[in-house]
């Protein structure tokens, strides 16, 4: 797999211009033969409160193998915006199988489409993880590159009209972010520390997107189990650390699951998802 320290050498100190008013070109690259770390596997398990038990992987860990692909395409040339500032909209994945820690793997990444919309340059990034020829785990990534001056202004959003009865509350500390980071290898500023978290307009540290997704999937394994599914979710409003937040699950759905992350009084989203059975 490619060096994090040289890719993230690239992302903060390389220069871009920004978007140059072009299509973005399609680009594909891949990594055969990717091993994993126990000892890495378990500290995200921690940090993300997954049940690990040393065999199975936490369904959302092969995005962190696939986020080096996605930073190798975000550094090249092609690629006329810096990857700082940029926003992850939503995200989709799709395990077919549990898959062993033991396995090697076959790691692809493709930057497949982009369109100007009222908020900037959206664009999409799908990966997929082959053991042997199975196809064994994909995702879906949207992302976000804003355009100065584009767009109109957009409401906060709303918390949707699920059932939500019995909510849990998790208790975020302001290191969060850096602990996400050790594990994961995402070290975008705006997580790591409130003094460059304010370089970009934020007071305080925000939580990892996909943190949020890892650790709602990880408080849902008791009703996913083993089961093949599609996990997706819309990133709402940022998460400010320290924080406190509260979880619900609505399973009266005919596709499986419906579930939120909200603030502590249950008004405002920052993530909103749903789990689809695929057996």
């Not at 992350?261 to 059975?277: E, T």
Request: net charge neutral; hydrophobic share 40%; charged share 20%.
């Amino acid at each position: 797999m490619p060096s994090l320290l040289s890719l993230y050498r690239k992302i903060f100190f390389g220069r871009k211009p920004g978007w140059d008013q072009q299509p973005l070109p399609h680009i594909h690259v891949s990594c055969p033969n990717v091993t994993l770390s126990e000892d890495k596997v378990r500290q995200y398990a921690k940090v993300c409160d997954f049940d690990f038990d040393g065999q199975m992987l936490p369904i959302t860990y092969l995005y962190v193998m696939a986020f080096r692909l996605h930073a190798c395409i975000f550094t090249h040339n092609a690629i006329t915006f810096p990857l700082l500032g940029m926003i992850h909209l939503k995200n989709s994945i799709s395990q077919y199988r549990q898959v062993r820690i033991s396995e090697q793997f076959h790691i692809e990444c493709a930057l497949t489409s982009s369109q100007e919309t009222d908020s900037g340059l959206e664009f999409e990034l799908v990966s997929k993880v082959f053991v042997g020829d199975e196809l064994v785990w994909e995702s879906l990534s949207t992302y976000l590159y804003r355009i100065e001056g584009a767009g109109r202004r957009v409401r906060p959003p709303k918390a949707s009209q699920m059932n939500w009865e019995n909510p849990v509350n998790w208790q975020l500390n302001e290191d969060l972010g850096r602990r996400y980071a050790k594990a994961s290898g995402d070290y975008n500023l705006i997580h790591l520390h409130p003094v460059l978290s304010k370089r970009f307009g934020f007071d305080r540290v925000l939580a990892h997107g996909m943190w949020s997704k890892a650790r709602s999937v990880a408080q849902l394994m008791p009703q996913i189990g083993t089961r093949p599914c599609t996990v997706e979710v819309a990133f709402k409003l940022p998460l400010l650390m320290p924080a406190e937040v509260s979880f619900g699950i609505d399973s009266e759905h005919e596709s499986g699951l419906v579930f939120e992350l909200r603030d502590i009084k249950g008004r405002r989203p920052h993530l909103s998802g749903n789990v689809i059975f695929l057996d």
